[in-house]
């Protein structure tokens, strides 16, 4: 089972600040891991990260950018749909839009492909059915106020 935290790999600071500024309003910030790269995140996964130790579930999804430096995000889909271990979804945000890396996520086990909103307004609904799947994400916001 998947726990309630997300783990959003993002390698723009600006982009990854958003992020995790959305889902500060809905999320306390404990259920919410920022890293810059791939590597990172499966460093995270692996329990690898100095000071903040394993978790005892992975994530309840991974929001992954896919033009990320070093490994790609495809290269990731591919590592962690590898992986029997770790099963977690994982959702695209990114800049691309272009229908072959939409179907290339899928294929390497994407559950969603987004294109990066520019107000980033509706990534609540996207990432909160994932980690609070048992209340609708515009109640919640409307609960967050």
């Given at each position: ?27 306390p910030?404990?259920d ?6 791939a ?46 271990d770790?099963?977690?979804p ?42 609070r ?13």
């Amino acid at each position: 089972m998947s726990g309630g935290y997300v783990l959003v790999v993002e390698d723009n600071p600006d982009h990854r600040f958003l992020v995790g500024a959305i889902l500060r309003r809905f999320l306390p910030p404990t259920d919410i891991c920022l890293v810059d790269s791939a590597e990172a995140a499966i460093r995270y996964l692996c329990g690898m990260i100095p000071g903040d130790g394993p978790r005892i579930e992975p994530p309840g999804l991974v929001v992954l950018d896919l033009d990320l430096p070093g490994m790609s995000g495809f290269e990731f889909l591919e590592w962690i749909g590898s992986r029997s271990d770790i099963e977690v979804p994982v959702v695209v945000l990114t800049l691309s839009s272009h229908p072959a890396n939409r179907q290339r996520a899928r294929e390497l086990g994407a559950v969603e492909f987004h294109e990066k909103p520019a107000d980033f307004g509706s990534l609540a609904d996207i990432v909160l059915p994932y980690v609070r799947p048992q209340i609708p994400a515009r109640r919640q916001r409307e609960e967050a106020g």
